[in-house]
Nanobody
């Protein structure tokens, strides 16, 4: 059984940085991408970024381009999200997810394995 465990969330001031980690346990399909989503209070779950496991191809939403970097460590079987120049609007619970298909998608319905989430709070 595959499990995803996020860590690295916390409270930072505007302009600060955090690095989120998503540790994968169990056997995953390395041909399928993984992604980060976030959910702010009172809002729906929002796609943030995705990466293909082997090639390392990436996709980002416009609001985080140039500030966030998604990456993965094949040896450690861990995905990361480096978040710089954080803004109060980045405040949310961040989830990592593994896709059920080989195509990168921004739709949460394309992902069938989810972590428990980690809180990121950016103070103004």
């Amino acid at each position: 059984q595959v499990q995803l465990v996020e860590s690295g969330g916390g409270l930072v001031q505007t302009g600060g940085s955090l690095r989120l980690s998503c540790a994968v346990s169990g056997r995953i399909d390395s041909g399928n991408p993984m992604a980060w989503f976030r959910q702010a209070p009172g809002k729906g779950r929002e796609f943030v970024a995705a990466i293909t496991w082997v090639a390392g191809n990436t996709v980002y939403i416009d609001s985080v381009k140039g500030r966030f970097t998604i990456s993965r460590d094949l040896a450690e079987i861990t995905m990361y999200l480096q978040m710089n120049s954080l803004k109060p609007e980045d405040t949310a619970v961040y989830y990592c997810a593994a896709s059920a298909s080989s195509r990168i998608s921004a739709q949460s319905s394309s992902y069938n394995i989810w972590g428990q989430g980690t809180q990121v709070t950016v103070s103004s």
